[in-house]
């Protein structure tokens, strides 16, 4: 199996600093600029917590495609948001850490051939067991929906 890698840079204090992060297997990413304040207070920026949830979208994606292949269904499209939410701890060095509470997924796919049942237990299977989601120790929860341009067939209904 192949090596992924990521990097960042960092220079400064915490608060005061500047870094770049880059993702250096594909180098999609190259460089891009994050602070305290772009991570913390909404100023321009890269959010490495962003990245891990883009990434971790795209996991489910993939896993989600795979897991109905295996079911037998065909898969049109699957669209998801992963929303991280941050919180904060008692593990910094002032006794005020940041820290992820959980990651939310909204997804909405469009899988012929199967019914509701069916697509929310694919759904969580996927969410279980996306690669992303197995390295993870906070919650992780969903919210799926399904979309059919094709035709309900007889099983459906």
């Given at each position: 199996m192949p090596?992924?890698?990521g990097q960042s840079q960092w220079?400064?204090?915490f608060k005061e600093g500047t870094g770049t992060l880059s993702t250096t297997t594909s180098g999609t990413i190259r460089?891009?600029?994050y602070t305290y304040a772009s991570r913390f207070?909404?100023?321009p920026g890269a959010i490495p917590e962003e990245l891990l949830v883009t990434g971790h979208a795209g996991c489910y994606n993939h896993a989600l495609a795979n897991i109905a292949f295996k079911a037998g269904a065909s898969v049109e499209s699957i669209s998801t948001t992963a929303q991280l939410t941050m919180g904060t701890d008692d593990q910094g060095s002032d006794g005020h850490g940041y820290s992820v509470e959980g990651i939310h997924f909204v997804v909405v796919a469009d899988i012929p051939g199967i019914t509701d049942?069916?697509?929310?237990e694919l759904a969580e299977q996927a969410r279980a067991?996306?690669?992303i989601s197995k390295i993870l120790t906070v919650p992780i929860t969903l919210d799926a929906s399904r979309i059919t341009t094709s035709?309900?067939?007889?099983e459906e209904a």
């Open positions: 090596v992924v890698t220079n400064g204090t460089e891009a600029p207070e909404g100023a049942d069916q697509f929310v067991l996306c690669s035709p309900a067939t007889e």
